[in-house]
């Protein structure tokens, strides 16, 4: 009889652990790509195209007006949607130059870096020469990242950068996302 109540209590634990597991799915909802500067970048094109239900991915193009740059910071942020977008977790700002000559001494945008190398031709260090092109980035490693290994609260986010070329803010870039 005990052994039959602790393979009971057993089977109860582990299917209470199966089935109350959450899991969840980041879904881009929106892409929006401005430039602020017309002098200086134009976006010949910007959008989010959904291949399937399961499939999606993200295709930019901007044209560089004014060769060779040699000085940019990229600021991201995050922001949750609570009565309209407010600050959520991260909010920085880096040496995108700097960086990219020794991408490993950060290690999350050392993640970033690995992942959009194989999509966009911003793969070297400064000077840039020629216009930016992420072809085709889907989204799949994001949403690994998002729901399994930094675990986020459900709701909606926007995920913006801000590109700023010799201390001028020159585009910027909204990725909107729900996760559920």
């Given amino acids: 009889m005990a052994i039959k109540l602790n393979l009971f209590v057993a089977f109860l634990i582990i299917s ?3 089935f109350t597991e959450v899991y969840s799915l980041l879904e881009f909802t929106n892409l929006q790509c401005e430039s602020l500067d017309k002098d200086f970048a134009l976006i010949d094109y910007c959008f989010l195209k959904s291949v399937n239900r399961s499939y999606k991915y993200v295709s930019i193009k901007v044209n560089l ?7 940019v910071k990229v600021h ?3 922001y949750q949607r609570l009565n ?3 600050p959520f977790l991260y909010n920085i700002t880096f040496d995108a130059c700097r960086f990219l000559q020794s991408p490993k001494s950060n290690p999350v945008a050392l993640y970033f870096y690995n992942f959009y190398k194989e999509y966009s031709n911003m793969n070297h260090p400064c ?4 216009d930016i092109v992420l072809d085709k980035m889907p989204y799949h490693s994001i949403n690994n990242m998002v729901t399994k290994i930094l675990p986020f609260p459900e709701g909606n986010y926007m995920f913006e950068v801000l590109w700023i070329a010799y ?3 020159r585009a910027q870039t909204k990725f909107y996302a729900s996760l559920s």
């Fill in 65 to 71: 007006l004014q060769l060779p740059i040699t000085k």
């Fill in 76 to 78: 991201f942020g995050l």
């Fill in 127 to 130: 000077p840039y020469d020629h």
């Fill in 16 to 18: 209470i652990f199966y």
């Fill in 84 to 86: 309209g977008y407010k």
């Fill in 167 to 169: 201390d001028i803010p």
